[in-house]
C-alpha cells in the first residue's frame, strides 16, 4: 500500500497539536482527521481518528500494524507539515 498524498488542512498553534490532515492511500482510502503532535521533547508523533470512546478505553478506528509502513507514514505527514509551515512563512513574509 502506498502513500500516494498527504494534505496539510489546518496548522494548529496550542500547547501540541500542530496540524489537522488527511492521508489517501493507494488513490483509494482517505484517512481524515489525523492529527500531529509535538511532544515536550520535540518529538512528533501522528494520531489517528477516534470515534468510540469512554472512560476506562480509547478506541482506534485506524490501527497500522506494520511499524515501517507507520513510520513511512509519520515521516511523509511531517514532511508536508515542515513544506507547509515553509509555505505560510513565505506566504507571510510576501504581504
Known sequence: MKITKVEIVKLENSKRLRATCFIVLDYTIVIDNVKLFENYNGEFFV???????????????????????????????LKEYKKKLKEEKHGKANN
Open 47 to 77: 494520531e489517528f481518528p477516534r470515534s468510540h470512546s469512554s472512560e476506562e478505553k480509547n478506541y482506534q478506528d485506524i490501527t497500522i500494524i506494520k511499524p515501517q509502513f507507520r513510520d513511512s507514514l509519520v515521516g511523509t505527514v
